[in-house]
């Protein structure tokens, strides 16, 4: 399976994002999904993830009451970005992993990243 991330860009403080990460060659079937960012001279950090089965969401403290995951049937996993701020400024990436526990630490497949600027 290959993940294709789209839907980043320049947003104003408090604005809102959404992105969206779409699988190609297969499914997500099966596959737990989750997004990481990376900001510049940061290490690449956890932001969210969900289950296969929509059920179960986990989220980084950080952005907690303002971003939502969900995925919408077995392609696509959706990042909903709302209240952003400068220091969400990042490239997102979203990955996937058979393994709940691997998909937010070390996630097998990854996709390329998409840029989220929060301007001030």
């Known amino acids: 399976v290959q993940l294709q991330a789209s839907g980043g860009g320049l947003v104003q403080a408090g604005g809102s994002l959404r992105l969206s990460c779409e699988a190609s060659?297969?499914?997500?079937?099966?596959?737990?999904t989750s997004w990481f960012r990376q900001a510049p001279g940061k290490e690449r950090e956890f932001v969210a993830a969900v289950t296969w089965s929509g059920g179960t969401t986990s989220y980084a403290d950080s952005v907690k009451g303002r971003f939502t995951i969900a995925r919408d049937r077995a392609k696509t996993v959706y990042l909903q970005m709302n209240s952003l701020k400068p220091e969400d400024t990042a490239v997102y990436y979203c990955?996937?992993?058979?393994?709940?526990?691997?998909?937010?630490?070390?996630?097998?497949?990854w996709g390329q990243g998409t840029q989220v600027t929060v301007s001030s």
């Open positions: 060659g297969r499914t997500f079937n099966g596959y737990a």
């Open positions: 990955a996937a992993d058979p393994s709940w526990v691997r998909v937010r630490l070390t996630p097998n497949l």
